[in-house]
Protein backbone atom coordinates (compact mmCIF):
# COMPACT_ATOMS: atom_id res chain seq x y z
CA UNK A 1 0.00 0.00 0.00
CA UNK A 2 2.96 2.44 0.83
CA UNK A 3 5.07 1.44 -1.75
CA UNK A 4 2.02 1.75 -4.10
CA UNK A 5 1.68 5.66 -3.15
CA UNK A 6 5.25 5.83 -3.37
CA UNK A 7 5.20 4.61 -6.93
CA UNK A 8 2.25 7.00 -7.86
CA UNK A 9 4.08 9.91 -5.90
CA UNK A 10 6.95 9.32 -8.27
CA UNK A 11 5.55 8.92 -11.49
CA UNK A 12 3.59 12.24 -10.48
CA UNK A 13 6.79 14.07 -10.16
CA UNK A 14 8.59 12.51 -13.29
CA UNK A 15 5.15 13.91 -15.38
CA UNK A 16 5.44 17.85 -13.41
CA UNK A 17 9.01 17.97 -14.15
CA UNK A 18 8.12 16.59 -18.11
CA UNK A 19 5.46 19.14 -18.48
CA UNK A 20 6.59 21.83 -16.82
CA UNK A 21 11.03 21.84 -16.13
CA UNK A 22 11.87 23.75 -19.37
CA UNK A 23 9.19 26.30 -19.00
CA UNK A 24 10.39 27.52 -15.59
CA UNK A 25 13.74 27.45 -16.53
CA UNK A 26 12.95 29.61 -19.62
CA UNK A 27 11.78 32.13 -16.93
CA UNK A 28 13.99 31.68 -14.22
CA UNK A 29 17.70 32.07 -16.88
CA UNK A 30 15.93 35.22 -18.59
CA UNK A 31 15.26 36.44 -15.05
CA UNK A 32 18.80 35.87 -13.84
CA UNK A 33 20.56 35.90 -16.89
CA UNK A 34 22.29 33.01 -15.85
CA UNK A 35 21.47 28.65 -16.79
CA UNK A 36 23.06 27.17 -13.80
CA UNK A 37 21.68 29.78 -11.14
CA UNK A 38 17.94 29.43 -13.06
CA UNK A 39 18.71 25.33 -12.61
CA UNK A 40 18.82 25.90 -9.39
CA UNK A 41 15.79 28.15 -8.85
CA UNK A 42 13.90 25.86 -10.99
CA UNK A 43 15.36 22.91 -8.51
CA UNK A 44 14.57 24.78 -5.66
CA UNK A 45 11.05 24.69 -6.89
CA UNK A 46 10.39 21.11 -7.18
CA UNK A 47 12.10 20.67 -3.87
CA UNK A 48 9.09 23.24 -2.76
CA UNK A 49 6.55 21.40 -4.58
CA UNK A 50 7.25 18.56 -2.81
CA UNK A 51 7.57 19.99 0.74
CA UNK A 52 3.74 21.77 0.01
CA UNK A 53 1.35 19.08 -0.10
CA UNK A 54 0.04 19.62 -3.38
CA UNK A 55 -0.75 16.57 -5.37
CA UNK A 56 -1.93 15.59 -9.08
CA UNK A 57 -5.60 16.54 -9.79
CA UNK A 58 -4.33 20.58 -8.37
CA UNK A 59 -5.46 23.38 -11.03
CA UNK A 60 -3.61 25.69 -10.32
CA UNK A 61 -0.25 23.58 -10.42
CA UNK A 62 1.22 25.37 -13.08
CA UNK A 63 0.30 28.90 -11.71
CA UNK A 64 1.97 27.73 -8.30
CA UNK A 65 4.99 26.39 -9.99
CA UNK A 66 5.49 29.27 -11.93
CA UNK A 67 4.61 31.97 -9.15
CA UNK A 68 7.20 30.32 -6.71
CA UNK A 69 9.97 30.17 -9.87
CA UNK A 70 9.58 33.90 -10.43
CA UNK A 71 9.46 34.80 -6.89
CA UNK A 72 12.54 32.64 -5.97
CA UNK A 73 14.41 34.13 -9.33
CA UNK A 74 13.93 37.56 -8.25
CA UNK A 75 14.73 36.92 -4.44
CA UNK A 76 18.10 35.43 -5.86
CA UNK A 77 18.91 39.18 -7.68
CA UNK A 78 17.48 41.34 -5.01
CA UNK A 79 20.35 39.43 -2.83
CA UNK A 80 22.94 39.42 -5.21
CA UNK A 81 22.10 43.11 -5.96
CA UNK A 82 22.77 43.49 -2.08
CA UNK A 83 26.14 42.06 -2.38
CA UNK A 84 27.66 43.79 -5.50
CA UNK A 85 30.50 46.20 -5.16
CA UNK A 86 29.28 49.53 -5.88
CA UNK A 87 31.55 50.10 -9.12
CA UNK A 88 29.04 46.97 -10.40
CA UNK A 89 25.57 49.19 -10.55
CA UNK A 90 25.94 50.77 -13.90
CA UNK A 91 27.37 47.41 -15.24
CA UNK A 92 23.98 45.84 -15.74
CA UNK A 93 23.88 43.56 -18.85
CA UNK A 94 20.76 41.81 -20.53
CA UNK A 95 20.47 38.17 -20.37
CA UNK A 96 21.24 36.39 -23.45
CA UNK A 97 18.54 34.82 -25.55
CA UNK A 98 18.46 30.73 -25.94
CA UNK A 99 19.40 29.29 -29.08
CA UNK A 100 16.16 27.86 -30.31
CA UNK A 101 15.66 24.64 -31.28
CA UNK A 102 16.52 23.50 -35.39
CA UNK A 103 13.64 25.08 -37.49
CA UNK A 104 13.01 26.96 -40.74
CA UNK A 105 15.36 29.63 -41.39
CA UNK A 106 12.46 32.34 -42.05
CA UNK A 107 10.98 31.26 -39.02
CA UNK A 108 14.35 31.59 -36.54
CA UNK A 109 14.99 34.72 -38.33
CA UNK A 110 11.27 35.96 -37.31
CA UNK A 111 11.70 34.92 -33.81
CA UNK A 112 15.12 36.60 -33.66
CA UNK A 113 13.53 39.88 -34.86
CA UNK A 114 10.69 39.26 -32.29
CA UNK A 115 13.23 38.74 -29.69
CA UNK A 116 15.11 42.14 -30.54
CA UNK A 117 11.81 43.85 -30.88
CA UNK A 118 10.95 42.73 -27.15
CA UNK A 119 14.05 43.73 -26.10
CA UNK A 120 13.15 47.16 -26.61
CA UNK A 121 9.59 47.02 -25.01
CA UNK A 122 10.05 47.58 -20.34
CA UNK A 123 10.89 44.58 -18.23
CA UNK A 124 6.92 44.35 -16.96
CA UNK A 125 5.68 44.03 -20.52
CA UNK A 126 8.17 41.79 -21.74
CA UNK A 127 7.29 39.62 -18.64
CA UNK A 128 3.44 39.36 -19.25
CA UNK A 129 3.91 38.81 -22.94
CA UNK A 130 6.21 35.95 -22.62
CA UNK A 131 3.57 34.55 -19.65
CA UNK A 132 0.68 35.12 -22.43
CA UNK A 133 2.19 33.80 -25.62
CA UNK A 134 5.65 31.20 -24.75
CA UNK A 135 3.77 29.48 -21.78
CA UNK A 136 0.03 30.29 -22.49
CA UNK A 137 -1.35 31.56 -19.62
CA UNK A 138 -4.69 33.44 -19.14
CA UNK A 139 -4.85 37.05 -18.21
CA UNK A 140 -6.26 36.17 -14.44
CA UNK A 141 -3.55 33.40 -14.19
CA UNK A 142 -0.62 35.73 -15.29
CA UNK A 143 -2.14 38.39 -12.55
CA UNK A 144 -1.74 35.68 -9.77
CA UNK A 145 2.02 34.85 -10.82
CA UNK A 146 2.94 38.44 -11.18
CA UNK A 147 0.88 39.93 -8.49
CA UNK A 148 -0.64 42.45 -10.58
CA UNK A 149 -4.48 43.38 -11.62
CA UNK A 150 -5.89 41.25 -14.55
CA UNK A 151 -6.57 45.14 -16.14
CA UNK A 152 -2.92 45.69 -15.65
CA UNK A 153 -1.93 42.82 -17.60
CA UNK A 154 -4.13 43.59 -20.37
CA UNK A 155 -2.89 47.04 -20.62
CA UNK A 156 0.88 45.95 -20.31
CA UNK A 157 0.10 43.16 -23.44
CA UNK A 158 -1.98 45.24 -25.60
CA UNK A 159 0.47 48.22 -25.18
CA UNK A 160 3.63 45.87 -25.54
CA UNK A 161 1.76 44.61 -28.91
CA UNK A 162 1.03 47.96 -29.63
CA UNK A 163 4.95 48.81 -29.62
CA UNK A 164 5.96 45.91 -31.21
CA UNK A 165 3.70 46.41 -34.03
CA UNK A 166 5.14 49.79 -34.68
CA UNK A 167 9.10 48.87 -34.19
CA UNK A 168 8.06 46.45 -37.18
CA UNK A 169 6.17 48.90 -39.25
CA UNK A 170 8.82 51.22 -38.86
CA UNK A 171 11.41 48.29 -40.42
CA UNK A 172 9.02 47.59 -42.92
CA UNK A 173 8.16 44.42 -41.88
CA UNK A 174 4.62 44.50 -41.13
CA UNK A 175 2.31 46.37 -44.14
CA UNK A 176 0.05 49.50 -43.02
CA UNK A 177 -2.92 48.59 -41.74
Same mark, same amino acid.
Given at each position: ?? &????? #???????? $?????EGALLR?? $??????????????????????? @??RRCGDD =?????? %? /????? *???????????? !??? @?? =????? &?? #???? /?? @???????????????ALKHLP????? $?? *???? &???? #?????? !????? @? $? #???? %??? =? /???????? &???????????
Amino acid at each position: MI &QDQDD #SLVEWLRS $VLRDYEGALLRVA $VRILGDVERGRDVVQETFLRLLK @SGRRCGDD =HLAEWL %F /TVCRN *RALDVCRKERRM !RPL @SE =HGEES &QP #SREP /TP @SALAARREEAGQVAAALKHLPANQQE $VL *RLKF &QNGF #SYKEIA !RITGL @S $V #SNVG %FLI =H /TGIQDLRR &QFRAKGLLGRA
